[in-house]
């Protein structure tokens, strides 16, 4: 039986692809495509906790139902590895970047025990509603904050200059959640 404790990323990575260059699924696999499965399976994740109180899913969690739930989790793990693959992202080292940049964003002193948004902890937004995606105003011509990064909208030609892939990219806006079917073959079960 394999564990978490003994199998390391680029083995769990080396195990997907060679599920996938088995099959010849490679071919399908554009990093656009790969992204769209991602998030399909999070859904999946998702699907399992509709119409549950918290109090039936800790019932759940205690009697150990949770193939179904590990095995969503393992299909949303199929394709980060897959996408980090195609991309030439080392996960560890994306991980150690994006924690320590959540650090700085929630240091403990401020965050402990607490929910609120890095702007709110740090000062630069007085309360959390409206909560929106932006900073709150400021002069123009005044820095912008350190710990800030900008929320461009659709539209905003600025979106046209960001990279399209990142390797420690704004993949959470913030770290308190964590970290379409278009054809692609599905992951395993
Ligand atoms: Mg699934």
Not at 38 to 61: G, M, N, W
Not at 69 to 90: C, F, N, P, R
Not at 102 to 110: C, F, I
Not at 113 to 139: F, M, N, V
Request: glycine share 6%; charged share 30%; aromatic share 6%.
């Amino acid at each position: 039986m394999r564990s978490d404790s003994r199998w390391t990323v680029a083995e769990l990575r080396e195990e997907v692809l060679a599920f996938r260059d088995a099959r010849d699924w490679s071919q399908f696999h554009q990093p656009k495509d790969l992204a769209l499965a991602l998030s399909i399976e999070a859904a999946e994740v998702l699907e399992l906790f509709r119409f549950k109180s918290d109090a039936e899913v800790r019932a759940q969690v205690e009697k150990r139902d949770v193939t179904d739930l590990g095995h969503e989790l393992a299909d949303v793990l199929y394709w980060v590895l897959l996408l980090s693959h195609e991309t030439g992202i080392d996960l560890a080292q994306a991980m150690e970047e994006k924690l320590a940049f959540n650090a700085r964003r929630y240091p403990v002193e401020l965050s402990r025990g607490r929910k609120e948004k890095y702007t709110i902890l740090h000062g630069l937004q007085e309360t959390s509603e409206p909560t929106g995606e932006s900073a709150p105003e400021r002069d123009s011509d005044e820095p912008p904050h350190p710990m800030l990064k900008p929320t461009l909208m659709p539209g905003d030609p600025r979106r046209k200059a960001a990279p399209l892939l990142r390797r420690s990219g704004d993949c959470g806006e913030d770290a308190r959640a964590g970290t379409e079917s278009s054809g692609v073959p599905a992951s395993p079960a």
